[in-house]
Structure formats: C-alpha cells, structure tokens
C-alpha cells in the first residue's frame, strides 16, 4: 500500500476571556448568554487579548502546524470569535507558511440570507489562496435559540436549508432563483465563488446527533467532535459516527473525523501540573459553567438525535464530566486533558486518535486564562516535540486526505492567480 | 375528581392526531392550555359541572401529532378553524389561559364570527418595555414556582407537572411540549396579536393573577384598552395560574360571564 498522508495537527483558539473575576461561577449565572457585558467584559482587555490571539496563531504557523482553527461563539466569556471570518481574514494575509484556514465554522442557521455565508467563505478562499475549510456547525442552542434568537424547532430547518443555498451557490452558475422557506431569493449569483473545486471541503462539528453522522457520510464531509471534555468521554460519539458511516459505506478513511482535546506540554509531567493546573481549573470551573436549563433549550434537539442520545447515555455522561471533581488528576485520568512531558503527551494522543479513529487533531493549546509566554511555551513544546512523533499515525494504512483545502496542500497546490 | 373523556380527533387525513378532553352537559365551551401542557385540573372539572367542556391538545404537545405542519401562527389559526369544524363548532365560547389565551385571541381576531365569547386567563401575545416577560425555559425548574404562583409554597406548587427528572422519555415529552408552544412565541411572545385585537367582536373577559409575575397585571390593562367592551377581573392571591390558586372565584366569574344572555348585536 502506498504511504499515506500524516496527521493533521489544529491548532484551535477558542479566544476566551483571560480574566475572569475569581469568585466568578459563584457570583454570576453563567459564562454563556448572560454574563453582563458591561460589568465583565473590559474592551481595552479585550484589545490586547486579540493582538495574543492573533500573535499565537501566527506562531503556530510559522511552527509548522498544519491548520489553524477558529469558530463562532456570541456573548460567551470562553469564546466570544463573534465572527471567526475576521480572524480567518487577519491571518490568511499573515501566514506564510501555508498552514490551513479551518472556520470551523459559521452557524448556518444564523444568516438571513445564508447567502452571506457563501460570500464571505468564497471570499476568505480567494484571500487565502484556496486554504479555507468550511464548518457547517448546526451550533449550540445557547447561540443560536438564546443569543439570535432562532426559534428551537427551526435550528435544523433552518441549517439544512442553508446548507443546500451554499452548496447551490457556490457550484451552480448563477443568477438563479431560490425559493426556500428561510431564504427567498430571486437572484442567487455571489461574487466570486471559491477558489477551491468543486468547493472548499466541508467540515462538519457534531455533539452525537445522528442526523450529523448521516450527513457528514452522505456528503463526504469530515466529522469533528468539538467538546471539552476530551478523548475517553469522545469514544461513544466517534464510535456512534464511525457505526453510522460503516452502515453508510463509508471506506473509514480516518481523515474524514476529527476531535477536539486540550493538550499541555512542559519539560516534565510535574512541571505541567505546576505550569497549568491554574488555568485548567480556570477553563473547567468558570468557562463551563453553564446553567443546564441554557444546553438544550425544548425544541433545539429533534426526537431521533433525543432518542439517539439516550440510548447512548449522553446525558448522563456530560452530567458525569461537569460535576467530576476537577483536579489535575481527575482531569489527566479521565483525559479531559492530555498533560506532562512530550513524551507521556504524545503516547496518549497516539492512543486517543488510534481509539478514535482520526486523523486531524483539533489541538487545544492556549485554554481558559493562560497568559501569552505559557501559551507561546506550550505551541513550541507541541509543534517541536510532540507532532513529529504522532504524524505518521495512519501512514501504513496509505490514507489519502481527503478533505485537506487545497491551496495548503503541499504536494497539490492551487495555480496562484497573479 | 371524575376522568373526562379522552379521544383522538384527526384531521387532514391523519396529519394531525390531537387528543381532546370532554366532559360535563351544557352549552359548549371550548378551552386552550397553556404551556405546562394539558391536564385535567379543578377548574376544568368545576367547569364542567354546568358545561359541556372541550378541551384540545396543543399540536405536538404531549400525546398530540402535527407540529411540523403548523409553521407558524397563520397556520395554526387556520388549523383551529378546521379544528373546530371538525368538532362541530362553527361558533363557539372560547377560554383560553397563557399561551391558549393568545391564540383564542388571534382566532376571535381572525374570524371574529366564530367566537361567541371569549375568556382570556393571563393571555401572552403583547409585550412592554417596562414590564418584559421573563423566559420561561430560561429560568432553573426550582425557580418556576416563584414565577407562577403567588404562593409558591402552597398547595398548587405541588400540582405542576413536572417530569420525573430521571426519566429521560418524560423529560423528553415534557421538553416537546414547551417546544411545541415556544415555536409560536420565541424569542418573545409578541407576534403582532396588538396590531390584530381590535377586531375582536365577541364579549370578553379578562382574568388576571393580581400576583402575576410572568404577565404583570399592567398587560391585563392593554387587553382591556385594545378589545372594546371587554371586562378585566382581577383575582387577588393568584399569580400566572389564578385558575388553579383561586379555582372558585375564577370558575364563578367565568361561568357568570359564559351564562350572561348574549347582548344584543351579537350571535
């Protein structure tokens, strides 16, 4: 079999907020919807926080990693990327080293038109010179049925619809009409349509709804779980995926999945619980800390995915991961992260992507209030020592990637325009 | 308290399987839940010891089907007039309370000729500035005591419904009952129901919880100003759910104003 392509590493910012109020979870709500702007969110912080933000995904491309990821979260203190295609726009004109542009992604069900949607990824495509992968997220219900106000029942209605507008407009000729139920448009003909052909991949971010797996195969788009409570509590979402894409015909080409973990990498296992226990603990006991009654607002979840869901215990098990007592060991046993020296890092991702069966790992490197020199440390550490060890995971078994963009594609770039 | 009788009523083929509660001799009185979904309580029962008292299901709530073909509110008023010509009212009393209350007074606003009268208990539909209606599915279950009853200790705490929390099919019905309601009056309940109420023809009676902290009693006054001759009962010692905390006087002032001789003008 001929040799495969290797592991992708992401390195995926979230861009919270670094500097919460200490008694924080004990004085307000939630982080998410609620937290009062005026009174929490310092804008002049905010500005330096952007420049970190920014700075630290730049330097993970210059490292060599292989993408960079953002997404779209709103009135939120762990991740208020209220538009990630600002940021993807700032760095496609400052990253040189080619790395991938993963928007992962813009919350469909938030645009009237999602025409807007088309654009703006065709536009970030062009821009970036083809290194744009697109995320469909169907979004959290706190973004969507909360923040924008997108009545619960209409959450899939609505992605599903625009899903099918982009799609149309970025491989039809246009003008043509649209007549959906959301989106009635009588001229659909967006300037430009991507770089990338057909289209830029599409990635899709899922939390185990079966009607997720069932797109992602049915499309032959990438499957991501993006949650924060890292790879052992992945397994029944990625084995749910991976039972659906089997029943699909899907080939098993681990490139089509993905998974979100926060990582910590220091000289020594002890010297990472000293470097970041402070802002683990930051991330789990205030950027989690989420009312239940905000998670799944009546209506948000169709009748399969709740019936899916319950079969497969998710409740329970996310109830189980938030009320875990949160220490360094409790997070290290249950993998909600994956800490210590190069060495202890790399074996456990080779065994988390191995059981996991992915190829693109969705590296959570700066987390919760880890200040900028920590972060730059941990981005170094990883890049140097940690993704030469676990690139060649899937490489005996000749996976080709599949739904890398292509401008970022070393061995089959897009021609350059000028 | 004696069991109504239950039934499925279908209409359009099937599309909609709506399970209806009747009970109880008289002139007919058509009654819309709220968002707590359909039981049947003291005040229904009380009513219906002089009333024929029907009382249908909100599609997709509990056990009735065909949520997803009532988009939105123009469909679904339009759905009620087939509702109620399938059940044989072509004209009717209507008693709506909350969110049942908002759509009898969409239906006497759309088709005015098909209500005879109207009882509108804590009706949603409008919405103030200075007085705006808290989020019902954004607030914790143990908090929602407080915002419906004036006492939220007493005896009527322990009558809502709530679903056995480690029960995931309950909760899942429960969550689809309050989905099926939210798809009509999310992110806030105002639909326009303001633009609409002066058409409203038939004699109305406003019931309001003078304790009632999800639809302040100033809304009551807004209903009264915008439906011409209609009468605002205020019910001391009751919140959201007078029916319920004061189930003796709201049923006298229901089954008063239901038994008056029709004024003249009217059918």
């Known amino acids: ?418 | 308290m004696p069991q109504p009788d239950e039934s499925s009523v279908e209409l359009r083929d099937g599309l909609f399987k709506i399970r209806v509660l009747t009970a109880g001799d008289g002139d007919p009185l058509v009654f819309l839940h709220g968002g707590g979904g359909l039981f049947w309580d003291p005040f229904l029962d009380q009513l219906a010891a002089s009333h024929r008292v029907i009382a249908p299901e909100h599609p997709g709530a509990g056990a009735s089907q065909g949520l997803e073909h009532v988009e939105d509110l123009w469909d679904l008023v339009l759905y009620y007039a087939e509702l109620l010509d399938v059940l044989g009212l072509p004209s009717t009393t209507l008693v709506g309370h909350s969110f049942g209350g908002m759509v009898a007074a969409e239906i006497a606003a759309t088709n005015p000729e098909r209500v005879q009268r109207l009882v509108l208990i804590a009706p949603v539909g409008l919405w103030r500035d200075d007085h705006p209606v808290p989020d019902i599915s954004g607030v914790p279950p143990d908090k929602l005591p407080e915002l419906l009853l004036a006492d939220p200790t007493g005896p009527i705490a322990a009558m809502l419904p709530a679903p056995d929390a480690t029960d995931p099919e309950a909760l899942f019905t429960a969550a689809m009952t309050m989905a099926s309601i939210l798809q009509f009056i999310w992110p806030l309940p105002d639909k326009g129901l303001s633009k609409r109420l002066y058409r409203v023809r038939a004699p109305t009676l406003l019931v309001w919880g003078a304790q009632d902290a999800l639809m302040a009693p100033a809304y009551g006054d807004d209903f009264a100003a915008a439906i011409a001759g209609s009468r605002l009962e205020i019910v001391e010692g009751a919140g959201h759910l007078p029916q319920l905390e004061q189930t003796e006087r709201v049923v006298a002032a229901v089954s008063a104003f239901v038994d008056e001789a029709s004024p003249p003008g009217t059918s």
């Open chain 1, 1 to 418: 079999m001929p040799k495969g392509d290797h592991v992708k590493s992401i390195f995926f910012h979230l861009m919270p907020y670094r500097d919460l109020p200490s008694d924080f979870e004990q004085r307000y709500e939630s982080v998410w919807v609620t937290p009062p702007n005026a009174e929490l969110c310092d804008p002049v912080k905010v500005a330096q926080y952007y420049q970190w933000n920014l700075d630290e995904l730049e330097l993970a491309d210059r490292l060599g990693f292989d993408g960079l990821g953002v997404n779209e979260h709103h009135q939120n203190a762990y991740g208020f990327m209220a538009s990630p295609n600002l940021m993807a726009a700032a760095l496609a004109r400052r990253t040189s080293n080619n790395s991938a542009l993963l928007v992962l992604g813009n919350t469909l069900a938030l645009y009237q038109p999602a025409l807007r949607v088309a654009e703006e990824f065709a536009m970030l495509d062009c821009l970036s010179q083809g290194r744009l992968a697109a995320g469909f997220p169907v979004g959290t219900s706190m973004d969507v049925n909360r923040c924008y106000g997108i009545t619960p029942t209409e959450t899939r209605p609505r992605f599903y619809e625009a899903h099918d507008l982009i799609m149309k407009a970025w491989t039809e000729p246009g003008p043509f009409p649209y007549n959906g139920r959301f989106n009635k448009l009588r001229y659909v003909n967006p300037w430009p349509q991507p770089l990338q052909k057909p289209h830029p991949p599409v990635w899709l971010a899922g939390g185990g709804s079966v009607e997720t797996y069932e797109m992602a195969v049915a499309n032959d788009y990438t499957y991501s779980f993006l949650s924060f409570f890292g790879y052992q509590f992945a397994k029944k979402v990625m084995d749910g995926f991976w039972e659906t894409a089997d029943q699909l015909g899907s080939d098993g080409n681990p490139y089509q999945a993905g998974f979100a973990q926060q990582i910590c990498v220091s000289e020594t296992d002890a010297k990472a619980e000293e470097d970041y226990l402070e802002h683990v603990l930051y991330f789990f006991n205030k950027c989690l800390h989420i009312p239940p009654y905000y998670f799944e607002t009546p209506g948000y979840r169709t009748r399969r995915s709740s019936e899916f869901a319950i079969k497969a215990n998710r409740p329970a098990d996310i109830a189980q991961a938030l009320v875990m007592e949160k220490n360094w060991k409790s997070l290290v046993d249950n993998g909600l992260i994956i800490a210590g020296s190069p060495d202890t890092v790399a074996d456990r991702l080779i065994e988390a992507c191995k059981g996991l069966r992915v190829g693109n790992l969705i590296a959570l490197l700066q987390i919760g209030s880890m200040p900028h020199g920590l972060t730059e440390q941990n981005l170094t550490l990883f890049a140097n020592e940690v993704m030469p060890r676990i690139r060649g995971l899937w490489e005996s078994e000749g996976w080709k990637h599949r739904w890398w963009p292509q401008g970022a594609r070393q061995d089959d770039p897009v021609p350059h325009t000028s």
